[in-house]
Structures are given as C-alpha cells and as structure tokens.
C-alpha cells in the first residue's frame, strides 16, 4: 500500500514518543559466505541474497509506517476528521507487515536449517580432512629420517607437536572449531521463534477481534 498524504504536524500537538509497530521489525540477515567448504549450494546463497533483501524491504516499509502513524497522531485532531479513512488505512498497513513478518520468520527458520546442514557436511569432511593432513603430515617427517614407529625417547621419534602443530593442520582445525561454534549457537533461532509467535499470536487476536460481534 502506498504511503500516505497526510498535514503537517503543528508544533503544539508534536507526539512526544513515536508510535511502535506491534511486531518486532528486528530480522537477523544472514552473512553471506562463499567460502567452498561450509557446503553453501548456489541455490542456497542465492536464497540467501534475497532473503537479505526482503528483509531490508520489510524494514524500510515499518519505518514508513511509523512515520505516516506520527504524522497523522501528531496533527491536529480537527484535521484528523477529514482525514476518517487514514486511521483503517494505518491499521490495515500494519496488518499486512505482521504478515509479512510471520512469513520472513519462516523462511528464517528455513535457510537456518539448510545452511546447519550444509554446515553438518562441511564439518565431517573437516575432520577427514584433518586426519588426512596428519597422515600427509607424518610421512613427510618419515621421509627425511624419522620413524613412522620409534615411541618416546627412541631415535626418530616424532612428537605429536609437530605434527599437531603444522600450519595446514592448524588452519583446519580453526575451520573444524568454527563451524562446531556456529552450529551450537541457537540464540538467533530462539529469539526468531520467539518473535515469530508474538507476531502470530497479535494476528490471531486481531482476526478474532474482527469476527466478533
């Protein structure tokens, strides 16, 4: 719905706090990573792009409401009588955006489960990579001396620090790490869930207020 026309507020009836949206506008956007090993499919960043940008057009369209909710609450109420229709107008915009928000939830919750997945993949393929890079890792050292079976204290032990800490095993690990932290941190999905039922549950409020009598 396009934003609406409505007087300019006089300084005497200037709102001294501005209106809420009944929602909560606050969506978490996804980072866009196109690093190969977190397992991101195409068609995954690409629903995440839009994603991203839907949510800036939802943002965008609450601060327009506000703003015309403020001009129209701060005018003066003579003016608001000739202005009868603004009012439903406003209410209905903010229907329209709760709906949306509901949907923005859901599709949040969608992409969050295929990237966990993704990140699920990327990490097991860490860990084999990881054993990989210490097999390479201990054959090298094998190669120019050591023993691939000397124990402590024998000539051509090899110390598990050194292999442990070669840069390529260090570098995946830190990969590994990563994406362990990532997949154990539930704050966002808690706090969208939990915005999501809000949001849904003023809809069904405001539909049973509709419908009653």
């Given at each position: 719905m396009a934003n609406l026309t409505l007087p300019n507020a006089p300084?005497?009836?200037a709102m001294k706090e501005r209106p809420k949206y009944a929602g909560?506008?606050?969506?978490f956007a996804f980072p866009i990573n196109e690093d190969k090993?977190?397992?991101f499919s195409k068609k995954l960043l690409a629903a995440v792009?839009?994603?991203?940008?839907?949510v800036v057009k939802f943002q965008a369209d609450v601060e327009a409401l506000l703003n015309d909710r403020e001009k129209y609450e701060a005018s003066d109420?003579?003016?608001q009588l000739n202005f009868a229709a603004v009012a439903p107008q406003l209410r209905m915009r903010e229907i329209e955006l709760l709906q949306r928000e509901v949907k923005l939830r859901d599709a949040?919750?969608?992409?969050d489960q295929e990237r966990r997945a993704a990140a699920t993949a990327a990490s097991q393929q860490a860990g084999q990579d990881i054993q990989r890079l210490r097999d390479d890792?201990?054959?090298?050292f094998v190669s120019i001396g050591f023993s691939d079976t000397a124990t402590a204290g024998q000539r051509g032990w090899i110390p598990p620090g050194h292999i442990l800490s070669h840069p390529l095993i260090r570098e995946q690990e830190e990969f590994a790490a990563a994406i362990h932290q990532r997949n154990n941190e539930r704050s966002q999905c808690q706090a969208n869930d939990a915005a999501r039922k809000r949001s849904h549950e003023i809809l069904t409020a405001l539909a049973k207020a509709a419908t009653r009598i």
């Open positions: 300084s005497q009836f909560n506008q606050t969506i090993r977190w397992g792009v839009a994603f991203n940008a839907a109420p003579i003016e949040w919750t969608e992409i890792v201990r054959r090298r």
